[in-house]
């Protein structure tokens, strides 16, 4: 199997107000196409570990491997280009710039990483909402469609870039049953058809239970 993500022995304490030590001696493997979600209670550490998976805090011991490259020490340019390469991240709220359209939110990942020309990125944009069926949105602006089809455009703009790994902090959790359900279809296609490796934070039962496999946390543990 092919190692996608990894942490080796990674703590993590807040110093303030009082020293407190929130994730303790984290150690797991994500491998290519694994769609893998993480439950706990609420305070139990699992935002904090997104965040430090994302590349954005990098301020713990122990080590992080993205693809088999070793992130921990890293400076802030190498990890932002790690970050948005390597990484899709789809929130609970979309953050979609309500007055660009469909199209123009999806490219943007793209044309920040500046490795295509603009035609090639618009045809992998396209390309993208045709996977999530809506690619017809394309030239709609971002304040003008549903809730659900807002969070489907979220999760094309985490694919333009190709990412190895899409991290999730309760991407379905602003939706009604029908659209998460619609968004777990589409992230178990990604993950059987594309070999994409997801790993979702979730409060949602259901959702977990069908994911290939469930990381539990409590208080800054892995169970």
Not at 60 to 89: A, H, M, P, V
Request: hydrophobic share 40%.
């Amino acid at each position: 199997m092919e190692t996608v993500l990894e942490t080796k022995n990674i703590n993590k304490y807040f110093k303030k107000p009082v020293p407190f030590h929130v994730l303790k001696n984290i150690n797991f493997k994500i491998e290519k196409g694994e769609f893998t979600s993480i439950m706990g209670k609420s305070g139990c550490g699992k935002s904090t570990l997104l965040y430090i998976l994302s590349t954005m805090d990098s301020d713990y011991t122990g080590e992080l491997y993205i693809n088999n490259q070793l992130i921990t020490g890293q400076d802030s340019e190498k990890l932002s280009l790690i970050r948005n390469k390597e990484i899709g991240f789809v929130f609970q709220f979309h953050y979609l710039l309500s007055e660009f359209s469909v199209l123009e939110n999806v490219m943007l990942p793209a044309k920040k990483l500046a490795k295509k020309t603009s035609e090639e990125i618009e045809y992998d944009a396209i390309e993208k909402l045709k996977i999530l069926n809506i690619d017809h949105l394309a030239k709609k602006r971002a304040a003008r469609i549903s809730g659900g089809e807002k969070q489907r455009v979220a999760i094309a703009r985490a694919l333009i870039n190709n990412p190895a790994i899409i991290l999730g902090d309760e991407p379905t959790g602003n939706l009604d049953s029908y659209n998460a359900d619609n968004v777990f279809r589409i992230f178990k296609e990604l993950s059987e058809e594309k070999g994409l490796s997801l790993l979702i934070v979730t409060h949602d039962q259901d959702f977990a239970d069908r994911t290939d496999r469930i990381i539990q946390m409590s208080d800054g543990q892995i169970l």
